[in-house]
């Protein structure tokens, strides 16, 4: 079984050469090198590698320093700014990018309460037109993600983290999956997958998280498994688990079979976004 990470981060210590733009919960650093080895020790093979926005904004730099390290354990997403005036050729040009597989939208803040912003359009289309999945961070913007879906048919939409707001630290919120319902209603697309980044970070119970699983099969009835993508959303969830217990919760259960396992820890990410590790 390949087993592919649908979103890791990695990031160097703030310093003056690479300054963080905020504060983002996890360890200090994480950096390529030390993404590879929590990897190898519990046996993912690759990761889609996401330029963190919190830290970076826009500027993916670093990711491709960690690829050009590590070319086949790493495929990159980078952060796209919808205002760019230039944004048509930014999409394009991160398509020709070494180790690019896809971007990413950060529906946040008041400019995301209609799906008609300035830019999105290109973003979108663009992307389409070169073959790029564009990632939607859109918790608690889904009837937007929704209307974009509909209105950009041709593109592959990937809805990060569930499509749930998540907390980054203690203690989990009373009902977690109150959004779950809006969530599955984004199903009726078939441009749309789900990223189940950061589910563990929703449980209630501890490792292995029991009470996942039942949530999780009302996404797979709707959206079928063979459209959702694990992921840990390492290094956000830190403060909750481990890296080995985000693995370990979807490698080991035995609420999934052989064949689902496959598909959703790895054959998904591969086919969604054309990479496999080693390539």
Known sequence: MVVIDSQVHCYERDSPTRPWASMLHGPPEVTGDDMVAAMNDVGVDGAILVSPWTLYGFDASYAIEV????????GLVKPIDTTAPDVRHVVADWASTSGAVGVRIMMV???WAQPDQPGIDAVLSTAGRVGLPVNLL???RIGVAAELARRHADTQLVVDHLGIIQPFTPPVPQDPWADLPAVTELAKFPNVVIKLTGACTLSQTPFPYPDLWDPLARLFDDFGIERCMWGTDWTRAVELLTYRQGV????LTDRLSENERQLLMGNTAARVYRWEPGG
Do not use: I
């Open 138 to 140: 859109c918790w608690g």
């Open 109 to 111: 803040g008041d400019v």
């Open 248 to 251: 370990e919760a979807f490698a």
């Open 67 to 74: 690829h050009a390290d590590h070319p086949t354990r790493f």
